[in-house]
């Protein structure tokens, strides 16, 4: 009687990845959807003469715009990147997986690593719009910013993954796209949280977005608590990868 190695790392590998990866960027609806209109969105709100002569922190208010819409982008990419799960299920491909010794916490971190490819390209994308078009902060700032701005969208990467096995697929990332610009909204995202009330303002800080930008924005402005925004982002990734995992067991669970 034989028996079958059990893969290394649960079945991680990077050629798993680079699969993932080409098949991803095979979809061009996702990948326009992620890297164009971001930066659409920053020429159209983030560009005007007053923004890039008012002062915020350390650069304009086009900076601190940029920032914004650098989250924003890596939200969008990350969260479409870990909700193309939705397409594997419909496919029958979760139940394959059952037969196979890949575990569920190998299958989430290769999501989330190829979902947060996605979102390093769209902050680059962003931040490169933003170089030639008006942004004004400090070389150190830039970087930071930037760096933030993509490390902290792993919550979305999570968030995309569970949410991938809760909605269907031909609408995922429809029913998705109107849910993130409002949590933009309600994390303060697009509009300073504390500019709105302080009733509001204390409604953002329980949002998964409102770590993000605090992160993202603090090597600019020097302001906010940080320890806040690491607990938010800590908790919400947390608590996304965690359901990612939960619903994985489940479908494979049903064979």
Known sequence: MTTTALPRLGGFSPGMIALELRRLMRNKRTV?????MPAAFFLLFGTSSAYKDERAGDGNVTAYVLISMAVYGAMLATTSGGAMVSIERAA?????????????????????IIAMVIGAVSVVVVNVVGAFA?????????????LLSWACALVFAAFGLFM?????SENVMQILGPVLAVLSFAGGLFVPAD?????????????????????????????????????????????????????????????
Not at 103 to 112: F, H, M, T
Not at 134 to 146: E, L
Not at 164 to 168: E, M
Request: with cysteine.
């Open 32 to 36: 326009i959807f992620t890297l164009v």
């Open 92 to 112: 029958g491909w979760s139940r394959q997986l059952r037969l196979t010794p890949l575990k569920p916490a190998a299958y989430v971190a290769v999501k989330i």
């Open 134 to 146: 008006g942004a004004d902060m400090p070389v150190g700032a830039w970087i930071g910013c930037a």
């Open 164 to 168: 991938g096995y809760l909605l269907p």
């Open 195 to 255: 500019q709105l009330g302080s009733t509001f303002a204390t409604i953002a800080k329980f949002t998964p977005v409102y770590g993000v930008g605090e992160l993202a924005r603090y090597p600019l402005t020097h302001s906010g608590d940080v320890w806040l925004a690491v607990l938010n982002v800590a908790a919400w990734t947390a608590l996304f990868a965690a359901g990612a995992m939960w619903r994985f067991r489940r479908d494979t669970a049903r064979v």
